[in-house]
């Protein structure tokens, strides 16, 4: 008396290569969506700044805010080494945008 003997009858499809594929898909979308948008929640390109981005937009950030974003050269100069007029120009425009990042700052040095 196998009580399990008509429940047992039933045999599960086996899995085609479709459905593997689309699964893959599936998971690889998810996960690059899901890292894309973590990386834009944490500053998003920033992270692809260079050490000497990053330093400029560190102490830009600290003189224009000491300024008020109408920092003059000098100060700026003194804060960042090896800055140059067109630098300090393109650096507080950015300022003044609201656009200043590490990664704006490398497009600009």
């Known amino acids: 008396m196998d009580r ?6 039933h045999v599960a499809e086996p899995v085609t290569a479709v459905q593997v594929a689309l699964i893959v898909i ?9 890292t894309r948008f ?8 920033e ?4 050490k000497r981005a990053q330093e400029v937009h560190a102490r830009a950030q ?3 805010n000491e300024g008020g ?9 003194k804060k960042v ?3 140059d007029p067109v630098q300090y120009s393109d650096v507080r425009q950015l300022f003044k945008e609201g656009k200043m990042t590490p990664y704006s700052v490398e497009s600009v040095i």
Do not use: H, M, Q, W
């Open 4 to 9: 399990c003997a008509p429940a047992c009858d």
């Open 26 to 34: 599936i998971a690889a979308l998810l996960i690059f969506y899901t």
């Open 38 to 45: 973590l990386g834009y929640l944490s500053g998003g390109r």
């Open 47 to 50: 992270g692809f700044a260079s």
């Open 62 to 64: 600290e003189v224009f």
């Open 69 to 77: 974003g109408d920092a003059k050269y000098s100060d700026y100069k």
């Open 81 to 83: 080494p090896g800055a």
